[in-house]
T-cell receptor
Framework: GQQVMQIPQYQHVQEGEDFTTYCNSSTTLSNIQWYKQRPGGHPVFLIQLVKSGEVKKQKRLTFQFGEAKKNSSLHITATQTTDVGTYFCAGRSSEKLVFGKGTKLTVNP | GAVVSQHPSWVICKSGTSVKIECRSLDFQATTMFWYRQFPKQSLMLMATSNEGSKATYEQGVEKDKFLINHASLTLSTLTVTSAHPEDSSFYIC????????????FGEGSWLTVV
């Protein structure tokens, strides 16, 4: 079945450093979504990418969708302590939304 | 923005009993809702897809007789964990797909189930 692989599993950075998490799908996706989950909280929708090669920005966050619509990345510029949490990608190829395992980001002030 | 309410947030039940979790879309109609399970420090695992007025579609390995899903209306889906065991203790979270607006999915707040 469809699989979504996400790396790295953990990332620890100093405040101000950049951070990137990557997702790869075993199948071509109709869209990919990104979520952020704070410790003890529920996933919060960040963004959805639909078009091949699409790039979207939200302040310090940059999201990319690969040309083949099988991979995606989330890049955070100059991390802040408020960025801590687990970032999940979720790929949809039909009705299902399959989540990656998430990347847990910790930021050292 | 769209709101999905999940209830209860926390529940403790005894082994062998059943517990029901509700998922409601508060300001939109959701023809499709999804139920996930999340173990500590792990990702969300899709359990089943719930379509209004029809039987739920369960993922491989999920016991449909143990995890009963009902989607009786366009704003409510329920998950009932029957004959709960300690290994069923987990974080259960629902999501609802909002038609239009790019079919964005919104998550409920989740329900922590502890079976003692």
């Amino acid at each position: 079945g469809q699989q979504v692989m996400q790396i790295p599993q953990y990332q620890h950075v100093q405040e101000g450093e950049d951070f990137t998490t990557y997702c790869n799908s075993s199948t071509t996706l109709s869209n990919i979504q990104w979520y952020k989950q704070r410790p003890g909280g529920h996933p919060v929708f960040l963004i959805q990418l639909v078009k091949s090669g699409e790039v979207k920005k939200q302040k310090r966050l940059t999201f990319q969708f690969g040309e083949a619509k099988k991979n995606s990345s989330l890049h955070i510029t100059a991390t802040q302590t408020t960025d801590v949490g687990t970032y999940f990608c979720a790929g949809r190829s039909s009705e299902k939304l399959v989540f990656g395992k998430g990347t847990k980001l910790t930021v050292n002030p | 923005g769209a709101v999905v309410s999940q209830h209860p947030s926390w529940v403790i039940c005894k082994s062998g009993t059943s517990v029901k979790i509700e998922c409601r879309s508060l300001d939109f109609q959701a023809t499709t809702m999804f139920w996930y399970r999340q173990f500590p420090k792990q990702s969300l695992m899709l359990m089943a897809t719930s379509n209004e007025g029809s039987k739920a579609t369960y993922e491989q390995g999920v016991e449909k007789d143990k995890f009963l899903i009902n989607h009786a209306s366009l704003t409510l889906s329920t998950l009932t964990v029957t004959s709960a065991h300690p290994e069923d203790s987990s974080f259960y979270i629902c999501s609802a797909r909002r038609q239009g607006s790019g079919n964005t999915i919104y998550f409920g707040e989740g329900s922590w189930l502890t079976v003692v």
